[in-house]
């Protein structure tokens, strides 16, 4: 036998553009900018600011005075009864630190929470547009992805209609992932179309999935938590976006008891535990609201400055933006055959020519993302201010 061993398909995901994005700025940004200006960063969705200032503190005891091994797989006692607590005061909600596991990012969390709940080859229903990495995680472990595009209609967001509709076209749904606030829309679900999310999903025997990681960044929606309407939710979090602590690799998902044991056995052999120094600190992260709501009042800010400045330029219709820091824009009206073909080229361009770096429709929306963009709005107000400038005089 000659021939090489082949590498699999599972790895053959599509790329998460914002990452490449990202990779691209960073390396202008050492060549000294784009034509001399400073390279802004509306890419990429994680927070300008690091870790709360309690978090680094607790962080800096534990270095000192713990050995920081291996965990138990859960995740450790102290930091799980602190999200149960969590849970209790701001949701409302009782919910037993047994049902509660800690993860590494929420993106350790969707691992785990489709291995325990599906079988090969399962469908799961995702709306379009949506964060890239559900579709490519799902499909690297041999899931099938149903998109369901959304749109104006339903603010966004999947009802129990176009999941009905979407099962009848494709076969059964195995489950449904959301998230509210959306990564790239920033749309919420009330609680009563959340409700019938999860009653819909609960009638049909459906896992019902939802990510909210984007909880506690609102701009005046009240949030609702799946597990307030339905007992069997799994619901995955994370401390890498309110909590500011992204590179920490932190996150938490709440399960029925009956999944507690397979997500057990699946952390274990997958991950052994999360990262200790990072669950140490992660405790004190509850008790820094303040300085965490300062972060949300600046993105408040940011959100209203671009929305001011932006249909300057002629940006004239965004997605609702109710929370996370995000605005997803259409620019059908920019694109043209001689340049600006599509959403991708004319970021590109614009990284290029004016510095200011945006994440193509594509990432989201593998078809309609064409003629959309997603500008993050999670930095500076300033740099809002003249990545704004910038643009409108570069399209003006
Ligand atoms: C909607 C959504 N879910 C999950 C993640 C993954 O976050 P992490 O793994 O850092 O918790 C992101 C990151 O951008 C996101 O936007």
Redesign the pocket.
């Known amino acids: 036998m000659n021939s090489r061993p082949q590498v699999s398909s599972r790895g053959a995901s599509a790329p998460f553009i ?1 990452m490449e994005v990202m990779r691209e700025a960073a390396m202008l940004s050492m060549q000294g900018g784009a034509h001399g200006k400073r390279i802004i960063q509306l890419a ?3 927070p300008s600011t690091g870790a709360p200032r309690l978090v680094r503190e607790a962080a800096a005891r534990a270095l000192e005075k713990s050995r920081l091994g291996y965990t138990d797989s859960l995740g450790i006692l102290k930091l799980r009864e602190r999200i149960a607590k969590h849970y209790d005061e701001h949701y409302g909600q009782s919910v037993s630190p047994d049902r509660i596991i800690v ?8 691992v785990l929470a489709f291995l325990a709940c599906f079988e090969a080859g399962a469908r799961v229903a995702i709306a379009e547009p ?2 890239p ?2 579709r490519n995680i799902l499909k690297s472990l041999g899931l099938e992805v149903v998109g369901i595009p959304v749109g104006p209609e339903t603010r966004w967001n999947l009802t129990p209609d176009l999941i009905a509709d979407a099962e009848r076209k494709h076969g059964r749904i195995a489950g449904v992932l959301v ?1 509210s ?4 829309t920033g749309t919420m679900l009330d609680a009563t179309h959340l409700a019938a999310l999860t009653a819909s999903c609960e009638a049909e025997g459906r896992w019902f999935i939802s ?1 909210e ?2 909880h506690r960044i609102s701009y005046g929606m009240a949030e609702a938590t799946a597990l307030a309407s339905s007992p069997d939710a799994i619901v ?6 309110y909590y500011s602590m ?1 590179g920490w ?3 938490w998902l709440i399960a029925p008891q009956r999944m507690m044991v397979p997500l057990d056995r699946l952390a274990q052999n997958l991950f052994i535990s999360p990262a200790a120094l990072s669950q140490e600190a992660a405790i004190a992260a509850f008790d820094a609201s303040e300085e965490l709501d300062a972060n949300v009042a600046v993105y408040a800010a940011n959100r209203e400055l671009l929305l001011a400045e932006l249909p300057k330029a002629g940006f004239d219709t965004f997605a609702p933006a109710d929370g ?1 820091f995000y605005l997803y824009a259409d620019i059908s009206r920019f694109l043209r055959a001689d340049g600006n073909a599509d959403s991708t080229e004319f970021c590109k361009r614009m990284l290029r020519e004016i510095g200011v770096a945006l994440t193509p429709g594509y990432d989201f929306d593998t078809e309609r993302g064409r003629q959309t963009v997603r500008f993050s709005f999670s930095g500076a107000t300033a740099d809002m201010a003249e990545a704004a400038e910038r643009i409108k005089s570069w399209l003006g």
């Open positions: 914002a990429v969705g994680q993860t590494s990012g929420s993106s350790g969390g969707f949506c964060y990495a559900y998230a606030p959306g990564n790239p990510d990681i984007y995955i979090n994370s401390f890498s976006k992204t690799r932190l996150g996370a």
